[in-house]
């Protein structure tokens, strides 16, 4: 194994040279060789020889023997669904250039792929999770009568699939599909309601104590500095232990409790951005024009403070978004946060996890796992693309 | 030097004094908790006997700002309290069942997520920064850009989604990795190595990115700067200016990055410890949380908030150190 490993690169090595020896040759010294390192001639090599494995091991994916088959169902489903996203992402930026006002198509004009990939997948996402109870074939919590429990997914008859649940069923037959579906719902809604609410605590105390200063500014500012010296995540749990005993005798659901808390733990690094671009803003004359008119705090604070605080705010949406829906699946994986019977991807992953363990004979029984985890990372990815080309954009387009 | 002294002084008082305060955000909200442990431990039908007893054998029942200076004396001297376990519990009742304190329970699992951040640092630090280079010298190829995607997209995805990956590829279908970390103590170094190995991979994949990102920043940041201009000039060839020149002054922020995600490490196991049933105290910390054994999840808390807070203020002093504009203030 090591063995072959060695001689790989060495053969790589020597190709490398090769192929830069040739491209002087070949192309009577263009600069791009002459002046070629040979770290960048065995970079092209290695890349080459990257993607030549990938072929290799596509065909292998589409092999008729099965157990070879197997084997690299997992990567052909990932380069097929690389190939896919890529195209769609593509199709979505021609119609994006074509389609709708001057301002959209300007927009689109000056989008990196990864950015039109992250808008494509934003909205599908939305319209799932907005429409879930139409495009779903079945309830969340339905247990359809007569269905076995754990149907493979893939709707294969012969590999212990059914064509009318796809997706295959769970432990305790369910639609996996419908539960994917209503996840949308119930995992980003409330990711991004904990979201909303972050930000308005944060948010408001943070203008307000650029606004005021004093007293206000110092306490809230040193109350943050403790919250943030203690990690979110394990804060997060051990409030959730808490509230998992007062939840039952005050009568509200846990996850009334776990929005709560999310959103005052990830209200600080909120708090911290509002009051750092406030003060920034608090100093300009339009304001000190606005309090000698004899604008009230309201007025100064979201008329005069907050649109002029939006671009850095909004990246900052995006950012934080992420954070809370990871946190929100972390907390509901490891078993503390959305509470069954609601569906989750979190919950699901942590249910069906065991069945990766079957890949290799029978790779269709280990996607249901990973296409709830994969749900999850696909919005965080897609989030983070388009805040990372939005902050680019602000940043005026330098290195 | 005396000023420098100054401030770290400085800083590390400041330290001692928000993790005083953490201790006590802590006990408070332990405190919150309705009813008591011995009324948890005894359940419905206890005798008001019983219960007082226990309360009294706990110290439960003194006032909460007693038991605060109590429970904090008592963690400055190493010892935590009595875990509330139901295993532990038959100590109270007098069937000793060799129950353990939460300090040692919590000491072999400690040294074993420290040993699994030692490894992770071990593998991340090296490559990532190896990684910023190269795409700092490759900036705004093909190879840049690809590695831009991966960081992002790795950063960005859960954690179990990452370990579930790496067990699949790496443990199912190509059997290099046990998918179980089942280290117990008196194993072998390799064989513990091997055995901590996805996991320490999947925290890899997660804290890379950062670091990477911020060694190609502050590269480029410095690649205006006319004294690599000097250097290209001379005919020097770019690795040689990036890792000769650049790299070093370039180290400072790269320094503060690494001690912020080694303080990210020792948080974030807690999601892998799970999905590996890697025995470290993120696991131990994730079932105290599910049977509510608070004086574990207490201990817990407090050690992953030294650990933070530690880390961040090493961050904080190593900026000050490496940084003269910062270590003469006016």
């Known amino acids: 194994m090591i063995l072959w490993a060695v001689i790989a690169l060495v053969g790589m090595a020597a190709l490398a040279w090769v192929f830069r020896?040739?491209?002087?040759?070949?192309?009577?010294?263009?600069?791009?060789?002459?002046?070629?390192?040979?770290?960048?001639?065995?970079?092209?090599?290695?890349?080459?020889?990257?993607?030549?494995?990938?072929?290799?091991?596509?065909?292998?994916?589409?092999?008729s023997e099965q157990a070879i088959a197997n084997k690299f169902f997992f990567l052909r489903i990932a380069i097929e669904g690389f190939i896919l996203f890529a195209i769609a992402a593509w199709v979505f930026r021609v119609l994006g250039r074509s389609v709708g006002t001057a301002w959209s198509k300007k927009m689109f004009r000056s989008m990196p792929l990864t950015a039109s990939f992250g808008i494509l997948t934003i909205i599908i996402y939305a319209i799932f999770a907005i429409f879930a109870g139409v495009i779903a074939p079945y309830g969340q919590e339905q247990i359809i009568p007569g269905v076995a429990a754990n149907i493979v997914p893939g709707g294969d008859p012969a590999l212990g699939g059914d064509p009318e649940f796809y997706f295959g069923t769970d432990q305790i037959g369910r639609d996996i599909l419908s539960r994917l579906i209503y996840g949308a719902q119930n995992t980003v809604g409330i990711a991004f309601a904990t979201t909303l609410l972050a930000f308005f605590i944060g948010g408001t105390l943070g203008f307000l104590a650029a606004t005021l200063g004093g007293w206000l500014d110092q306490v809230l500012s040193r109350m943050v500095d403790v919250l943030m010296a203690i990690p979110s995540l394990i804060f997060a749990l051990l409030l959730m232990t808490i509230a998992s005993v007062w939840a039952p005798q005050l009568g509200i659901p846990l996850t009334v409790f776990m929005v709560i808390i999310i959103a005052v733990i990830d209200s600080t690094r909120v708090y911290r951005l509002a009051r750092?671009?406030?003060?920034?803003?608090?100093?300009?004359?339009?304001?000190?024009?606005?309090?000698?008119?004899?604008?009230?705090?309201?007025?100064?604070?979201?008329?005069?403070?907050?649109?002029?605080?939006?671009?850095?705010?909004?990246?900052?949406?995006?950012?934080?978004?992420?954070?809370?829906?990871?946190?929100?699946?972390?907390?509901?994986?490891?078993?503390?946060?959305?509470?069954?019977?609601?569906?989750?991807?979190?919950?699901m992953v942590r249910d069906l996890g065991g069945f990766v363990n079957y890949a290799q004979f029978a790779p269709l029984a280990a996607t249901a796992p990973l296409l709830a985890a994969g749900a999850i990372a696909l919005l965080t990815v897609a989030v983070n693309f388009v805040v990372d080309w939005m902050l680019h954009k602000s940043s005026g387009l330098k290195e | 030097?005396?000023?420098?002294?100054?401030?770290?002084?400085?800083?590390?008082?400041?330290?001692?004094?928000?993790?005083?305060?953490?201790?006590?955000?802590?006990?408070?909200?332990?405190?919150?908790?309705?009813?008591d442990f011995a009324q948890s431990i005894l359940g419905q039908g206890a005798t008001p006997e019983a219960v007082a007893s226990i309360r009294a054998d706990l110290g439960l029942d003194q006032p909460p700002v007693t038991r605060y200076f109590q429970w904090l004396g008592g963690v400055l001297q190493g010892d935590l309290g009595t875990s509330f376990a139901q295993a532990n519990f038959a100590s109270f009742t007098g069937t000793d069942s060799g129950a353990t304190t939460v300090a040692q329970q919590i000491a072999p699992r400690f040294a074993n997520t420290m040993f699994l951040a030692m490894v992770t640092a071990?593998?991340?630090?090296?490559?990532?920064?190896?990684?910023?280079?190269?795409?700092?010298?490759?900036?705004?190829?093909?190879?840049?850009?690809?590695?831009?995607?991966?960081?992002?997209?790795?950063?960005?995805?859960?954690?179990?989604?990452?370990?579930?990956i790496l067990i699949l590829f790496l443990a199912v279908l190509n059997p290099i990795f046990p998918s179980l970390s089942n280290i117990f103590e008196g194993m072998a170094f390799s064989e513990r190595l091997e055995k901590s190995m996805l996991p320490a991979l999947t925290l890899t994949l997660v804290v890379t990115a950062h670091m990477m990102r911020m060694t190609r920043a502050a590269i480029i940041n410095l690649l205006a700067s006319p004294y690599i201009e000097m250097a290209r000039l001379k005919g020097l060839s770019?690795?040689?200016?990036?890792?000769?020149?650049?790299?070093?002054?370039?180290l400072a922020p790269i320094i503060n990055v690494i001690a912020l995600n080694l303080a990210?490490?020792?948080?974030?196991?807690?999601?892998?410890?799970?999905?590996?049933?890697?025995?470290?105290i993120g696991q131990l910390f994730v079932d105290s949380v599910k049977i509510r054994d608070i004086p574990v999840v207490q201990a817990c808390c407090l050690i992953f908030a030294t650990a933070f807070i530690l880390l961040n203020l090493t961050a904080d002093i190593m900026s000050i150190l490496s940084n003269p504009r910062l270590r003469h203030p006016k």
């Open chain 2, 122 to 164: 071990a593998i991340a630090v090296p490559f990532s920064i190896m990684l910023g280079v190269l795409a700092a010298l490759y900036r705004n190829t093909v190879f840049d850009r690809a590695t831009n995607i991966f960081t992002l997209s790795s950063i960005s995805s859960p954690e179990f989604f990452l370990a579930y």
């Open chain 2, 238 to 250: 770019p690795m040689r200016v990036i890792v000769k020149h650049a790299l070093p002054n370039a």
């Open chain 2, 264 to 280: 990210y490490l020792i948080t974030g196991v807690v999601v892998v410890e799970v999905v590996f049933v890697y025995p470290g």
């Open chain 2, 1 to 35: 030097m005396g000023n420098v002294l100054k401030i770290i002084l400085q800083r590390l008082a400041l330290g001692l004094l928000t993790l005083l305060i953490v201790s006590i955000v802590i006990f408070v909200a332990v405190n919150l908790l309705p009813g």
């Open chain 1, 276 to 347: 750092a671009v406030g003060q920034n803003i608090v100093v300009m004359d339009y304001i000190e024009a606005a309090k000698l008119r004899g604008e009230g705090l309201g007025y100064l604070v979201f008329k005069e403070i907050l649109p002029n605080a939006t671009a850095p705010l909004l990246a900052e949406f995006g950012l934080r978004f992420c954070f809370v829906f990871l946190t929100i699946a972390a907390l509901s994986f490891l078993g503390v946060g959305i509470q069954p019977p609601l569906a989750d991807w979190g919950t």
């Open chain 1, 21 to 63: 020896f040739a491209g002087q040759s070949v192309t009577g010294n263009a600069p791009k060789f002459r002046d070629m390192p040979y770290g960048v001639a065995f970079g092209y090599v290695l890349g080459a020889a990257a993607l030549l494995w990938l072929i290799w091991a596509y065909t292998q994916g589409r092999s």
